[in-house]
């Protein structure tokens, strides 16, 4: 398999992941605003703080306000960590590579990229700001589906499931830590108001219903955080998610130099005592997965889309 289409149908995946992720919290965030008292509000910086944005929004935006963060993050196309130019990168990744996908594949998500970009003003008004994320929300589960329902599951495909799993545990740990970090305090009677923001961090992953299953107690920071931590199950967790990223490489050559990487993540989080942190704590545990993710896409570069890049030795090894 050529490593141009590895990289192209890895970055496919994480790419349509993106895309949902961010309408995701857009909505939730729209929804939460409303739901939490005047002046508790928590705007629409964090949503900014979340996708990594600042310094891009501040160069081109004059003031962090609701409209403009909602340009930013959903229809601007220019801007990295928008789902207009999430949805362009994963069509222009699969016009590519149309032969190893699915031709039903190609055509879903180049109507989904039509849509988002010739309905951009439907997407700022808020009157349609719910229907035009809800689109490109199921648009890219339909996609997922599709890929899961009629793609083989050979090499094109495990990569696919290695860049979804990379960048959906990357998603979950960002909104972790920026909303862990902006939630109210505990003091003042605003814990109920404190538990709504909790729910919205389950709701921005779709992790509402499946928390309540699970864990069986109401929505509050601890069960919260080892849920979506430790929770070998759902989808959205990040031990879940280093699971999938585990199987995907044991099936791909020459995964030996990236499989310590992964298990140096999945011990971290299956041992950390998760509900115990202090807010810095989490902060500083959740500094340290991310870094130990940027490792493994780092690793998963180097020995499949940029081998050239590997010493002889390790080239020769693999």
């Not at 993050?73 to 999430?86: F, G, K, M, N, R």
């Not at 590519?96 to 594949?105: A, G, S």
């Not at 929505?219 to 585990?246: G, K, N, S, T, W």
């Not at 005592?273 to 180097?302: R, S, T, W, Y």
Request: charged share 20%; glycine share 4%; with cysteine.
């Amino acid at each position: 398999m050529l490593s141009r289409v590895a990289n192209s149908v890895y970055w496919i995946a994480r790419y349509l992941e993106r895309a949902e992720n961010t309408a995701r919290i857009i909505n939730v965030n729209t929804n939460l605003v409303l739901d939490t008292p005047k002046g508790m509000s928590p705007g629409w910086a964090p949503l900014v703080m979340i996708t990594g944005g600042q310094t891009l929004f501040a160069e081109h935006y004059p003031e962090l306000n609701e409209r403009n963060v909602i340009r930013f993050l959903l229809t601007d196309a220019t801007s990295t960590v928008s789902v207009l130019y999430a949805l362009a990168q994963a069509r222009e990744n699969a016009r590519t590579v149309r032969d190893v996908l699915p031709r039903e594949v190609w055509e879903e998500l180049n109507n989904l990229y039509q849509y988002a970009r010739d309905n951009v003003q439907l997407g700022l008004s808020k009157r349609g700001r719910y229907e035009y994320v809800m689109k490109v929300i199921r648009g890219v589960q339909q996609l997922t589906g599709m890929l899961a329902g009629t793609m083989s599951n050979n090499m094109p495909y495990d990569f696919m499931v290695l860049g979804r799993n990379l960048e959906r545990a990357d998603m979950t740990l960002r909104i972790l830590d920026v909303r862990s970090a902006s939630l109210l305090p505990h003091a003042g009677g605003l814990r109920p108001f404190e538990n709504i923001q909790w729910m919205s961090v389950l709701k921005s992953l779709s992790a509402y219903q499946m928390y309540l299953q699970h864990m069986g107690v109401r929505v509050y920071r601890q069960a919260v955080l080892q849920f979506l931590l430790q929770d070998r199950h759902f989808p959205r967790a990040i031990h879940h998610c280093v699971l999938r990223v585990e199987t995907a490489l044991r099936e791909l050559p020459r995964h030996q130099p990236i499989l310590p990487c992964v298990e140096k993540i999945k011990a971290s989080i299956a041992k950390a005592d998760v509900a115990n942190l202090d807010p810095q704590g989490l902060h500083d545990f959740i500094d340290v997965q991310e870094a130990m993710l940027a490792e493994v896409d780092k690793v998963v570069g180097d020995v499949y889309f940029h081998p050239e890049s590997l010493p002889v030795a390790s080239q020769e090894a693999a």
